[in-house]
């Protein structure tokens, strides 16, 4: 039983081997809809998995202030919050 | 051993064998793993083995925009295979260049007569030069500063050396005839990002005396072939001695231009504190009171050949393999350590390809004792430079050039 459970963990990767820009997935919870929104017109999710889980609140805010005001990232006002929130709860230090 | 770094190695193994793509050689025998220790859990977690179209499976750090890293396995040779050459790009639009069609546009309010060239026109017109080199990304070995910084978590694999083939910039400049108030050369790439969000365009200037130095070229092979899309064709910029961020891919047009250029990715971005680096070459137009763009590569090695955790048996010769480079002076000496530091030995240098490229080096030992070891490496160059036993911290994460540690286990 062991043995295949062995086998059964190092196949698993296997699915996302080669796989498309869809098969990257962010953490379910309040606010991933936005930022799946937002965040991957300019750039794949795997950036925010990347940067985890180092940055704290500040630095997410930070993260976000940079894709917005230098990289012309178009998020509304409203939105930067809830963003920053769903990035420190999942993705956080 | 980090479990969740060798898992991938091993089904990327699987599955890469049925699809019948090329397999590092070391790949069969033991997997790939996912990076050193040190990088964050969640880049460890994202990354995977991945071929872009044309390349051998790398490292995803980023699906879009692609940056791959090499497998350490394949640093382990004189030349890195360019569809085994890492990937780093900045933005999301990468169209694939036509040669037949593609012109470079020489211009710029300091230059006399501009001029648009072929690709044809540009390999025959001036004279053909061939220099080896290393290209490593400016921030190679980021995901390994502690405490981390954001930006793409590479590990050691972002660099490569190559056989460069091009002709000279300053060649092709001066025939196109630079005006004495020129300050600054301003590169762009094919790329882009996106028009209606005005993402900063990926453009970079280079000072002009390094701009007409006599290693700088503009390349259009790489190891005895064009170079791959992903790493810049039809040609690129080679800017020996200094950081990738110069290096523009899929290159399209020069401008020789009166006043420092202020672009997002020359300012702020790629930028140094002021001061903190022992870096020799200066680019004084684009400096500020606080900070100064990364230039010229800090020395350093890597040990190419040891797995951490490895094992090995007492008495068993055990022989470590690496590279070691720097921004242009040359590598001096290669040292080891096998007592933490305490005493040093020199290792045996390869083949000297000229000071921009990297230098292999080895050291053969036998353990005698049972136990855990550390295998320390420690390059100094020609000008007295030598590795940092402290990591000299920096916000983006560049210049980590901190002494290597691998740990073995005699048993």
Redesign the interface.
Known sequence: MKKQLVWLVLLLPAATFAAGEEQIRLKDGLGKDLVEANCATCHSLDYIQTNSPFLDRKGWEATLSKMVNAMGAPVPKEDVPKIVEYLDRYYGK | MNRRNF??G???G???GG?GLALPRMALAMPVSMGPAGL????L???????LPGKR?LI??????PNYETPVAYLNDLYTPNDAFFVRYHV?NIPEVAAESWKLRIGGEALQNPVELTLDELKRGFERVELPALCMCAGNRRGLFQ??V????WGNGAMGNARWVGVRLRDVLNKAGVRKEALEMVFDGADS??AA????DFVKSLPMWKALDENTLIAFEMNGAALPHWNGFPARLVVPGWVGTYWVKNLMSIEVIAKPFEG?WMK?AYRIPLGKFPNVDRFITQETAVNTPITDMVVNSLITNIEEGQRVRPGQSVDVKGVAWDGGYGIRTVEVSLDEGQSWRPATLGQDLGRFSWRLWSYRFKPARRGKLTVMAKASNRIGQTQTAELILNPAGYHHNLIQKATIQVM
Not at chain 2, 197 to 200: C, G, L, Q, R, V
């Open positions: 898992l991938k091993v089904s990327g699987l599955v890469l699809a964050p859990a969640g880049t977690d994202a990354s995977l083995l991945d071929a499976p995803r750090r980023t699906f879009r925009a999301s405490p981390h954001p930006g793409v978590q990002g996106i969000y005005k993402t900063p997002f702020p």
